[in-house]
């Protein structure tokens, strides 16, 4: 998931709005392009770079087994089904699956945040002073700062702000990329060893049990969020035959902005001083100081923290908004969490959600080392979305058995098959995030099962339980004034 990611209220107003005007035809070439978009990203480059060419075998591998199967079988389920995952879920399994998977998809945001942020913090700190990115107080203040000056953005029901994310793609994300890329390339050419060796042993990943399998978790949370662009499969003439071509074509972009760059970060930045928020910029100074060019650092960092500003506000208010018009209609929440404000926005459930933010930011000001905090954040994000692609696989499984005939504009091929390697591959990372990865060996084992455990289960499957029992009748509000698709 990138700084690009459309939130799904704008994705459900796109569909809504098909039903209501004549159909405006997009190439695959197009729809390539937005997938891409929506998915590219250098924020998770460290995470991979310190396998340094494994890092090659660790992308392909959740690519196949995750973001093809889940990138096919949303292209059905959107092209026979509206309203997005909760209708999907809802219509194939039932509505209390289809409120745990639309609460899922919000919920998994409270901690995305804090991840995503701890990245904004430690590549701010290059602006400023590289010696903060290793301050769990300066990236405690920066998340806390921020993130409620995107709830006050959002709160004013400001419009066009998910227009931001195709520009965050570009000033962000491919411009940067390229340069590293080609700087790295040039730093080898010039004679430099590279930190990380590039020799045919090292294709793969050196085996040390279960733990050295962990880090690729976090793949998988960077290969999500095809369910909301599977919406357009609508939009192209022949589906059937263009929205593969769209997706491989999609595959292949997003693998050579995560592949490239991390292989770039690997032959300058040697894999124990790397950091897992500040390692794209850490590899920007290295090259940067290799030319003499160190005064262009602080430029890139502020274009990697443009990108991921953009991404923060157009993602927002989007998951939450969607549940707030679910819990309307069906009574989940109760009437304080669905008040709106004078903008018509769910400013009650930013707050909350802020607040819980807040807790988990300040973590980062007792967690010692940051790298460990942002790992345990982006685990738990990981586990929670994990448990909508879970469901989702179930439901599309039910609906081609039990409406087999009903209208789709996309067919998925080997549907069944395609959603057993899914729902295998979404449940064994699930569970493998429970195992504290090789690099905090020395860490505490039953504190991070703690956190990652209670964080997982406790808020993607106790909190929306205690919800859907605690729920009473006079919760439901259909058809609020002032909620309607931006």
Not at 62 to 86: C, D, K, Q, R
Not at 261 to 284: C, D, H, N, R, Y
Not at 409 to 418: D, F, K, Q
Request: charge should be positive; proline fraction near 6%; glycine fraction near 10%.
């Amino acid at each position: 998931m990138s700084a690009a990611e459309v939130p799904a209220d704008h994705t459900e107003a796109v569909a809504a709005g098909r039903t209501r005007a004549k159909t405006q035809w997009i190439s695959w070439v197009a729809l390539a392009m937005m997938t891409t978009s929506s998915v590219a990203s250098l924020r998770a480059a460290p995470t991979m770079a310190v396998y340094g060419l494994a890092c090659v075998f660790l992308y392909l591998l959740p690519a196949v087994v995750f973001l093809l199967p889940t990138s096919l079988v949303s292209a059905e389920l959107a092209s026979g089904w509206n309203g997005g995952i909760y209708n999907w879920v809802s219509q194939g399994i039932s509505k209390p699956a289809g409120f745990l998977a639309v609460w899922c998809q919000f919920a998994m945001t409270i901690f995305y945040y804090p991840s995503l942020l701890g990245f904004v913090a430690s590549t701010l700190a290059y602006v400023f002073n590289p010696e903060l990115a290793s301050s769990g107080a300066w990236t405690a203040a920066v998340i806390i700062v921020v993130y409620w000056s995107g709830v006050w953005v959002s709160s004013r029901g400001t419009k066009g702000v998910a227009g931001l994310a195709s520009g965050g793609l570009i000033i962000g994300t491919l411009v940067p990329g390229v340069v590293l890329v080609t700087l790295g390339i040039v730093f080898l050419g010039q004679g430099n060893q590279s930190a990380a060796p590039m020799t045919s042993d090292n294709i793969l990943p050196a085996w040390a049990g279960l733990s050295s399998l962990v880090l690729i978790v976090n793949n998988f949370l960077s290969y999500s969020g095809m369910e909301m662009n599977a919406v357009h499969v609508s939009s192209l003439k022949k589906p059937a035959k263009e929205f593969p071509k769209a997706i491989f074509l999609a595959m292949g972009l997003v693998l050579a902005i995560f592949i490239l760059p991390a292989l770039a970060i690997s032959w300058i930045v040697p894999a124990k001083e790397l950091s897992l928020t500040a390692g794209v910029m850490q590899a920007f100074d290295a090259v940067f100081a290799n030319f003499g060019w160190q005064w262009l650092t602080p430029i890139v960092g502020i274009m990697l923290v443009t990108a991921s500003l953009a991404g923060m506000l157009t993602w927002l208010a989007g998951p939450s908004r969607g549940l707030l018009l679910i819990s309307r209609q069906e009574g989940y929440l109760p009437p304080f969490l669905q008040r709106l404000n004078k903008n018509g926005v769910q400013q009650n459930i930013l707050v909350v959600q802020g607040l819980l933010t807040t807790l988990i930011g300040l973590a980062y000001a007792f967690i010692p080392d940051v790298s460990s905090a942002y790992w345990i954040f982006s685990v738990i994000t990981t586990q929670v979305y994990l448990i909508m692609y879970l469901l989702m696989f179930v439901a599309a499984v039910q609906l081609r058995r039990k409406d087999p005939d009903h209208p789709r504009g996309y067919r998925a091929p080997m549907l069944v098959g395609l959603c057993g390697v899914g729902f295998a591959a979404s449940l064994a990372a699930l569970l493998v995030g429970f195992i504290p990865p090789s690099q905090f060996e020395s860490g505490n084992t039953a504190v991070y099962l703690l956190i990652v455990g209670g964080g997982a289960l406790g808020l993607g499957l106790l909190v929306p339980f205690l919800f859907y029992r605690l729920r009473k009748p006079s919760w439901k509000q259909p058809e609020p004034q002032g909620v309607t698709p931006e």
